[in-house]
């Protein structure tokens, strides 16, 4: 699986930024996904996941609320909706997907990585 993520960008505190990854591979349906974050200076962590058929969905709760997971297996994306953004939402987000089609949130069970998209958020 080959993953592309897209969509970051500058945005002002308050605002809406819709983040995108598109994977390859037949196997994308049955793919746990997930988005991560790594801010300048800290480690990689944990935004939300999705299960393969969407039906499930985890988030971190600092992004609990305003964030919004969901995935179209028919083409082959994930997405990552963040509303309400602020100052402390920025980072690098990275796509990820796992062999195993339910979530996780550490970093180390995932198996496929995309190549990260900023986001800055300025207050």
């Known amino acids: 699986v080959q993953l592309q993520a897209s969509g970051g960008g500058l945005v002002q505190a308050g605002g809406s930024l819709s983040l995108s990854c598109a994977a390859s591979?037949?196997?994308?349906?049955?793919?746990?996904m997930a988005w991560f974050r790594q801010a300048p200076g800290k480690e990689r962590e944990f935004v939300a996941g999705?299960?393969?058929?969407?039906?499930?969905?985890y988030y971190a709760d600092s992004v609990k609320g305003r964030f919004t997971i969901s995935r179209d297996n028919a083409k082959n994306t994930v997405y990552l909706q963040m509303n309400r953004l602020k100052p402390e939402d920025t980072a690098v987000y990275y796509c990820?997907?796992?062999?195993?089609?339910?979530?996780?949130?550490?970093?180390?069970?995932?198996?496929?990585w995309g190549q990260g998209t900023l986001v800055t958020v300025s207050s």
């Open positions: 990820a997907a796992r062999r195993i089609s339910d979530v996780a949130t550490n970093d180390n069970q995932y198996d496929y």
């Open positions: 591979g037949r196997t994308f349906s049955t793919a746990g």
């Open positions: 999705i299960n393969f058929s969407g039906g499930y969905t």
